[in-house]
């Protein structure tokens, strides 16, 4: 690195750690503290509606005799979870691997096509139009078509996420990039600054916020199609095993599944709301 570039450095501002206020968007930082536990009273708290949530349904179904075909108790669904572990966990592994990989690959091509739309507005004005279509369309319609062509396998639900979760990203990523202090970059640019030093030091890290929410938000839309598709077609996953209980009129087990679900859902939002509390908290 030259004397000239590690000026750059130096009067630039790393806004990596320390940023001015964002405008605008979700506050990342915000939500996180909304559902930090913050001493015994809270946790008491939410033990104690659990416990009336909870009991009260197990309560419920068994004073009106429901039947469990209906609606199980929670009790049921409990033991149900517990002992179908051991067969549902390879299912639960085939999900994750979809939603993982195609998460990656959705919002790889997500960041990247918000980081160049940002930058050529023309190219911006050619795309976009396929990305809202590909956005309203519901990403479940394309799965038979997709199975049609590559076959029953893991492949066709990968690309599902991919197409779920990508534009999610995109979205949030291009809304970010253009909330950039404008006032920031004429500065860089005053001390010669060229363009990948601004997004770098100044696009990127202001848009952090925005990037998370698109990655949050894209994850759970990932999921729901990974969920979906394994119910189109397949032997694995738990969406399969969805339709299969929900066939056989096995409640307890359905509910299980779904807890198995949730699960991933609630590890997708702890995972990004803490990595936006740590690398995003701009207004703290």
């Known amino acids: 690195m030259d004397v000239y570039e590690k000026q750059l450095e130096e009067e630039i501002p790393d806004f990596g750690e320390h940023a001015p206020e964002q405008h605008g968007g979700l506050d990342i930082s915000s939500t996180v503290s909304a559902v930090k536990i913050h001493g015994w009273k809270q946790v008491l708290g939410i033990v104690a509606v659990a416990i009336v949530i909870i009991g009260g349904w197990e309560f419920l179904v068994r004073f009106f005799q429901v039947p469990e075909f209906v609606f199980p108790t929670p009790s049921a669904i409990f033991i149900a979870l517990v002992t179908s572990f051991p067969n549902n966990f390879p299912h639960f592994l085939i999900t ?109 890290p202001l848009a952090l916020p925005m990037i998370i929410v698109g990655l949050l938000v894209g994850g759970i839309f990932g999921l729901i199609t990974a969920v979906g598709a394994d119910m189109f077609g397949g032997k694995m996953g738990l969406g399969n095993k969805l339709a299969y209980y929900s066939s056989l009129a096995r409640m307890a087990h359905f509910f299980a599944i779904i807890i198995m679900i949730s699960s991933i859902g609630i590890s997708i939002w702890i995972l990004f709301a803490n990595i936006g509390k740590k690398w995003a908290s701009w207004q703290e």
């Open 96 to 204: 994750l691997v979809e939603l993982v990989s195609g998460f990656v690959v959705g919002a790889s091509i997500g960041l990247f096509l918000a980081a160049v739309l940002t930058q050529v507005p023309y190219l911006e004005k050619i795309i976009v139009p396929y990305i809202l279509l590909l956005i309203t369309t519901p990403t479940l319609a394309l799965i038979p078509l997709l199975m049609l062509k590559l076959g029953f396998n893991i492949w066709p639900r990968i690309i599902a996420v991919s197409l779920a979760s990508g534009p999610m990203v995109m979205i949030n990523a291009v809304t970010g990039f253009r909330r950039t202090d404008l006032a920031k970059i004429a500065l860089a640019k005053s001390y010669g600054a060229t363009t990948f030093q601004i997004f770098k030091k100044i696009r990127f």
